[in-house]
């Protein structure tokens, strides 16, 4: 197993008494997610899991802007729907922005916030520290950095894997702005169910097709003994112009077009191991899915891939296969059929890297600490 790098729970208890009695520097963050009532009423997250931003909050009594903020006025509803072409949340950053002066700090979770804030900090007057989080990345969004000249307005960049900071070492940012923070999720809440079995010959796949091939694994599972189910969407919160997986179909492979972070949970669960068919992409597409199915002991078969390098070590906590190679993928989930001990031990390694690295409260607490320096 790899050495565990993550801040262990005791550290970051720590840390948290820490942060409410030290930390008076006033925080804005600025999250492109939501939550809805439901969640908030579930305080034992027995059916929602725990909101990486609301964590942060417990650590930095932030005040918090998120997709909510749409909801009140009727150009809010207006920009929503622009912005799912778009790609970037204009309307979010603006908001703010306008905020932004009763603030030290200000902290954007994604770059469709982050970019649009850059823009406002690098041609107007602002005192306050910037940073940003990217977790995708594009042609669209490099050409606008390159031509507006944005990293300067960026005080710290946050990336999930190290082929993002190489990349933007690449751009002209120095090193010591750039800091891995690897991704996490509720491992508390994903975590491995004795109530459901793995159904024989069944295996599953998560995620939009925006940065799947599922073409590839359809080729790679066809004529096979097996069962594929595809929940080829979003978060309920996502806007994406194409969030469904099209064209024709293999006997042995079914859609499922929407489902519960609870019913999520069960999918995974009565898996025997997840296929990731990621496309080989700088950022770590493919890491929300590797974690919530590690953290349920499940192993991954996925593409490699720049980002998912950082989240699947090869034989120990998965299975990398070449590039879109749809018969070195068929040949994977072959091997993990044929030997289900072995698939066993992949997942359990997957699991114990989570909950001592991978946790979230080190993901959060490691953000909490690098807004604290910066």
């Not at 946050?158 to 940012?173: N, R």
Request: glycine fraction near 4%; proline fraction near 3%; charged fraction near 25%.
């Amino acid at each position: 197993m790899k050495p565990s790098v993550g801040t262990n729970l005791a550290t970051h208890a720590q840390l948290s008494k820490s942060f409410f009695t030290n930390h008076d520097v006033s925080t804005l963050s600025i999250a492109t997610a939501s939550v809805h009532d439901e969640q908030l009423k579930d305080v034992n997250h027995e059916r929602f899991p725990r909101v990486d931003y609301l964590e942060l909050q417990r650590l930095l009594n932030t005040e918090i802007l998120d997709y909510s903020s749409y909801e009140k006025y009727t150009m809010g509803e207006v920009f929503r729907k622009l912005e799912t072409h778009l790609r970037s949340d204009i309307y979010l950053a603006t908001l703010g922005w306008r905020q932004s002066h009763k603030h030290d700090l200000v902290f954007a979770w994604s770059e469709r916030a982050g970019i649009p804030l850059a823009v406002y900090k690098r041609f107007l007057a602002s005192d306050h520290c910037f940073v940003t989080m990217f977790q995708c990345w594009s042609n669209r969004q490099e050409l606008a950095i390159k031509k507006l000249n944005l990293l300067p307005a960026m005080d710290k960049i946050v990336v999930h894997c190290e082929s993002m900071k190489d990349m933007f070492v690449d751009l002209g940012a120095s090193e010591d702005r750039i800091k891995v923070i690897h991704y996490s999720i509720d491992q508390k809440f994903f975590s491995p169910s004795v109530s459901i079995a793995r159904a024989p010959g069944r295996i599953t796949s998560v995620g939009e097709s925006r940065s799947r091939n599922y073409a590839a694994l359809f080729q790679a599972v066809k004529g096979m003994p097996v069962t594929l189910e595809v929940a080829g969407y979003g978060h309920w919160y996502a806007r994406e112009k194409r969030n469904v997986v099209n064209g024709m179909l293999p006997h042995n492979v079914s859609l499922s077009r929407h489902m519960s972070h609870f019913e999520l949970r069960d999918f995974y669960a009565s898996s025997q191991f997840v296929v990731l068919p990621v496309q080989d992409l700088v950022y770590s597409a493919g890491a929300t899915v590797t974690l919530e199915a590690g953290a349920m002991a499940r192993a991954v078969v996925a593409f490699h891939s720049k980002g998912i390098s950082d989240y699947i070590i090869d034989g120990e906590t998965g299975i990398l296969v070449e590039p879109d190679n749809s018969e070195a993928m068929r040949d994977a989930i072959q091997y993990l059929l044929s030997h289900p001990a072995e698939a066993k031990r992949l997942g359990d390694n997957a699991r114990q890297r989570i909950v001592e690295e991978l946790n979230l409260e080190s993901y959060v607490g490691n953000i909490a600490e690098l807004l604290k320096k910066a």
